[in-house]
């Protein structure tokens, strides 16, 4: 099955830097790539998606890119700010009209100091 | 984005007690909804997978007899812990993918304590 990794675990930027989060895949079969942020206590909100036949999508902040060759995708957050605090988990999934199973990385906790 | 209403929102009850957790794609179609377990500062545990009119796929380790799943229809699948006890206190969450989309959305999580 589809084994995701995602690193860092924790990661602490002032407020204005950028915060890159990596992750990788094993499966070359996924072909849908979405990242949540998951705030205390709250449940994890979709805050970009990527799929296999683009290698960027950007949305204002937040971008995400793809290299299916080595199949690995990250997060870039630009001009951080303090509200940026959450965890971040990212998936891959292969959506198919037969259904499709999510695997999650284990999550990156990220701090923006002020 | 769509929505997925979870409730309720949080539980106690005694040990020995069963809880239903309901899990609702309100604007859109659901042919899979997942059964997440979370424990405090740690990643998304799946429990089960729930496709609408058959049997839930459960993940190793996952008892199908004291964590029951219906997926009715294409917008409802429910939770059942059954004879719960302290050790089943936990954060509980479903997800829904999109029939159309593929997209996959959380409910709000239901936070269970069993005394």
């Known amino acids: 099955g589809e084994n995701v990794e995602q690193h860092p675990s924790t990661l602490s930027v002032q407020e204005g830097d950028s915060a890159v989060i990596k992750c990788t895949y094993s499966d070359s079969a996924s072909n849908y790539f979405p990242w949540y942020k998951q705030e205390l206590g709250k449940r994890p909100q979709l805050i970009i998606d990527i799929r296999s036949n683009v290698g960027e999508k950007k949305d204002q902040r937040i971008a995400v890119t793809l290299n299916k060759t080595a199949k690995h995708f990250s997060l870039h957050i630009t001009e951080t700010q303090p509200e940026d605090s959450a965890v971040y988990f990212c998936?891959?999934?292969?959506?198919?009209?037969?259904?499709?199973?999510?695997?999650f990385g284990t999550g990156t906790s990220l701090t923006v100091i002020p | 984005g769509a929505v997925v209403s979870q409730h309720p929102s949080w539980v106690i009850c005694k040990s020995g007690t069963s809880v239903k957790i309901e899990c609702r794609s309100l604007?859109?179609?659901?042919?899979?909804m997942f059964w997440y377990r979370q424990f405090p500062k740690q990643s998304l545990m799946l429990m089960a997978t729930?496709?609408?009119?058959?049997?839930?796929?459960?993940e190793q380790g996952v008892e199908k007899d004291k964590f029951l799943i219906n997926h009715a229809s294409l917008t409802l699948s429910t939770l059942t812990v059954t004879s719960a006890h302290p050790e089943d206190s936990s954060f509980y969450i479903c997800s829904a993918s999109d029939r159309n989309t593929g997209e996959l959305f959380f409910g709000e999580g239901s936070r269970l304590t069993v005394l």
């Open positions: 729930s496709n609408e009119g058959s049997k839930a796929t459960y």
């Open positions: 998936a891959a999934s292969m959506i198919s009209f037969l259904g499709n199973q999510f695997y």
């Open positions: 604007d859109f179609q659901a042919t899979t």
